[in-house]
């Protein structure tokens, strides 16, 4: 009886991974990635500001911009005719943080700081 006890105690819960899982598959794109990273950096962009640091296609950078949006990683302010981009959390950050620091490419500057 202790040891299913014990085995209950050990046993994973699948659910605490879910989370992990959808960000990463939200994030699994070089042009998301470097959305994300500019972001980090800066805190607000337009779409143009994004669009001219990426040397991205207007159509490309939108399609990931609205997915983004809609995945609750971005949030988009309105200002006259131009749209502002920013992270809604900065554990998107971090993972770009921690997904950096394992290639060996620090050279990435990510403020570590931010609060967003």
Do not use: W
Not at 78 to 98: A, D, E, I, M, Q
Not at 103 to 108: E, N, P, R, S, Y
């Amino acid at each position: 009886m202790q040891k299913e006890i014990g085995l209950e105690k050990n046993k994973i819960d699948r659910s605490q991974f879910e989370e992990a899982a959808y960000i990463l598959r939200a994030l699994a794109n070089e042009t998301r990635l470097c959305v994300v990273m500019q972001l980090s950096q800066v805190g607000e962009k337009s779409v143009t500001e994004l669009m001219e640091q990426m040397d991205c296609e207007q159509s490309l950078l939108s399609h990931h911009l609205t997915d983004m949006r809609a995945k609750g990683i971005l949030r988009c302010r309105k200002s006259g005719k131009n749209s502002f981009y920013s992270l809604t959390n900065k554990r998107f950050s971090n993972v770009l943080k921690c997904i950096i620091s394992c290639t060996g490419k620090d050279d990435l500057l990510i403020p570590t700081s931010r609060d967003e």
